[in-house]
């Protein structure tokens, strides 16, 4: 419900492509429990449950695994 209101948001008011609104199965376990927002970077982050950074993407592109890497290295987050 999260994701497809916020996709439906940025499709309609943010011009974002339509694609958004069509998630795979593959990328359903990127929208779920770990899910976080990097506000400084503008990151979407998916989060190991230890808090260590799996994958992120900028806004609708996901972050190879160098510029992953470089970004957060051995980065912890912890709430």
Request: glycine share 8%; charged share 30%; aromatic share 12%.
């Amino acid at each position: 419900l999260i994701y497809n209101s916020f996709a439906q948001f940025l499709v309609k008011e943010k011009g974002y492509d339509k694609e958004l609104l069509t998630v795979t199965p593959e990328d359903w376990d990127f929208c779920c429990k770990g899910l976080a927002l990097d506000l400084e970077d503008g990151n979407f982050i998916k989060l190991a449950d230890n808090g260590t950074v799996l994958r992120a993407s900028h806004g609708t592109k996901m972050m190879a695994p160098e510029a992953l890497a470089e970004e957060y290295g051995g980065k912890e987050w912890k709430h």
